[in-house]
DNA sequence: CTGAATTGGGAAAGCGCATTCCCACTGCGT
DNA sequence: ACGCAGTGGGAATGCGCTTTCCCAATTCAG
């Protein structure tokens, strides 16, 4: 017994298909009172479930919005997701998922993909890159993303937009101030002190990456400090714990009795910084006693970490809910959401040291 | 300009849109080489991407695969969502997104809104409830699914099965060894120890929880210890850490040199052990010195929590996984895919008090 | 060299639904 | 009492694709 079609329904109801499909979807006209209750019981016995599928087909429109994540597991996208979901829900649309590590060709595929099936609109998220190697990656996604904007889908996505992309309707950038609060946590970090500061970075070219090492340097600058060193390396914890490794190996060096200042690591996300801090640890180092950490996104993850990770909060279910309903919305009051904001907070990782000992006593 | 049609894509290559639908789509029939060639060039020249809405209703399958799962965000459901999506990406087919907070009838509207898209399968995450005030929903939920199955869906749900659901074909549950597993960790704690244990589990009746405390206490008596207290709360970090807090007073009250056993607490899962051991923290506890915690599942959270927690771990992404491509499978040798397995993993939290001071000299 | 078995392409009938017309029927005004 | 707008339902068309069926052109056996 294939599912029931609204034929079927009308059959038992007596009545036409257009008339059946008139009362079990918002149509502009409804029939009247009794024959409505008809089919809706004819529908009701007959669990009728409309062919989302033959609906979409007809109007042309699925109530699917995709979204791109490069990992779903990876807690700062799954914030993101659950805000896209919620959105989603709200629109009365269901959420399509795609992860890609982080390739443009394969982000092209998911465009495709979701372009096949008619989604409404795109989410991506993920940082965008600007690297030689991704240019053509770039160059075809942009191509492919203008070419479903042109044919009616909306896009948006989450921190900057993609390279190449024209700036087609229907062509949305949920801007992240990267750079002014990694500007915003640098001076905090400069305040009354004395320290070194080390930026661990992620590959360069990756957009979200260098903007926040920019700001976090333009920061440092005008508290009048030098630029920090910058280490490049994997925008993951795994990349995170193998400057960590390195930079342990440079405290554990200097420490003896010279008079070097307390190294403060700013990891450009919180997963890196996390990394960074297991590696340091797994050197025998303390946080913040030897060295202070800071990373930039406030997963949800940092809750029970500790040493309690100083960091940037991002709302990031705001976010996605806002990248979900901004390409959703019928461009209702373009500037109908506020812009994104996040907020510097300090917590143990970055505390000076304990006033003990010498200190206090000098 | 609206998205090019295979009938256009025809015209152009001077073919008939059955002969191109032939070549583009892996058809029994593959049209003669330099035909093809014609059809493959103007498609491309044209940027034909085929409506998979209308491919799905013709052939009446959606290259669709539904996930449903309380909160994409919580790490367990995202590492099951990590291996479900790979799995879909194996089978070309793409992943249906829904969140539900665990409530039943949430759940059956997101079974409808799957069957109405014809998703070609759907995977349920999330323990099942046997509660009272659930049995209204789970029938209907098991009803919805029922109908699901019956026109042709395949339905697989992780952990147990759905209360009232007939097994019809096409219903599968991937088995986890939540008891057995759970005596075993009890086993295992328990040996050459002197402690008291106390369970932290869920809601009775939420079945992944009951399975594990009913384990848990079967373990102890195994080994010839008194069963161990329980304690109901939410199945979430929130509800361990209120676990938790009540439990740090309880410590705290008999501390005073009586001679009492350290205590072992055993929260259902890991997000409730985080929270359990966050309080006893908050409350100037330490772990494992004045009391052993250990959790369940081995989310990937666990990795830079401290102290590191004892658990039990279990494949999330290989479940997931496995739930998809069973799913999927024409039932491809239904023993194809060997069972889950859990590993009891022993870490700091669950050590026995570092044998320093007084027991060392003793 | 002819008839039968293939082969390869096209015509056409849906898949399940939305929607535009179109028609029969009311109720109103003058 | 007649015509008119207005109302409520049905017939038919099309969304874009797959697939069965059919027919012309080959090919091969006898």
């Known amino acids: 017994m294939a599912a029931s079609t609204l034929t079927e329904v009308a059959r038992l109801a007596g009545v036409s298909p257009a008339t059946a499909s008139r009362v079990l979807n918002g149509s502009a006209r409804i029939p ?3 024959i409505a209750d008809r089919v809706r019981q004819a529908a009701e016995s007959l669990g009728y479930i409309p062919n ?13 919005i995709g ?6 597991a990876d807690p700062y996208f799954a914030a993101i997701a659950r805000g896209v979901q919620e959105a989603a829900r709200e629109q009365h649309k269901m959420v399509l998922l795609a992860t890609t590590v982080g390739a443009p060709d394969s982000e092209k595929e ?7 099936r008619r989604a409404d609109s795109i989410v991506i998220a993920g940082s965008r890159t600007s690297r030689a190697e991704d240019l053509e990656g770039n160059t075809e996604l942009a191509a492919e993303l203008d070419r479903y904007c042109r044919n009616g889908g909306h896009v948006s996505v989450i921190g900057h937009g993609i390279v190449g992309a024209a700036a087609a309707d229907g062509y949305h950038v949920v801007n992240v101030p ?6 915003h946590l640098a001076t905090e970090l400069a305040t009354s002190r004395e320290e ?5 970075g992620g590959p360069e070219g990756l957009f979200t990456s260098d903007d926040r090492i920019r700001g976090f340097q333009r920061g440092l600058a005008s508290a009048g400090l030098p630029a920090a060193d910058v280490i490049r390396t994997d925008f993951t914890r795994a990349g995170g714990f193998e400057a960590g490794l390195a930079l342990a190996a440079r405290i554990t060096a200097s420490q003896p ?37 800071a990373g930039f996104d406030d997963i949800e993850t940092l ?8 960091t940037v909060h991002l709302p990031l279910e705001e976010i996605g809910r806002q990248a979900a309903s901004r390409a959703a919305g019928p461009s209702a009051d373009d500037a109908g959401s506020p812009p994104i904001t996040g907020q510097v907070i300090l917590r143990r990782s970055t505390e000076v040291a304990h006033p003990t000992s010498a200190e206090s006593v000098a």
């Open 257 to 293: 009795g010279t008079e070097t200042k307390r190294l403060c690591i700013f990891a450009v996300n919180d997963v890196m910084a996390i990394g960074a801090a297991a590696a340091l640890r797994s050197q025998g180092l303390r946080i913040p006693r030897d060295a202070a950490v």
């Open 196 to 200: 070194d500061f080390v930026i661990v």
């Open 178 to 183: 990267n750079e002014e609060l990694a500007a």
């Open 67 to 72: 979204l791109i994540v490069h990992d779903i």
């Open 303 to 310: 809750r029970d970490f500790r040493p309690a990770l100083s």
């Open 52 to 64: 989302a599928q033959a609906q979409g087909l007809a109007k042309s429109s699925s109530g699917l």
């Open 110 to 116: 998911a465009v495709a993909a979701f372009a096949a």
């Open 32 to 34: 009247g009172k009794d």
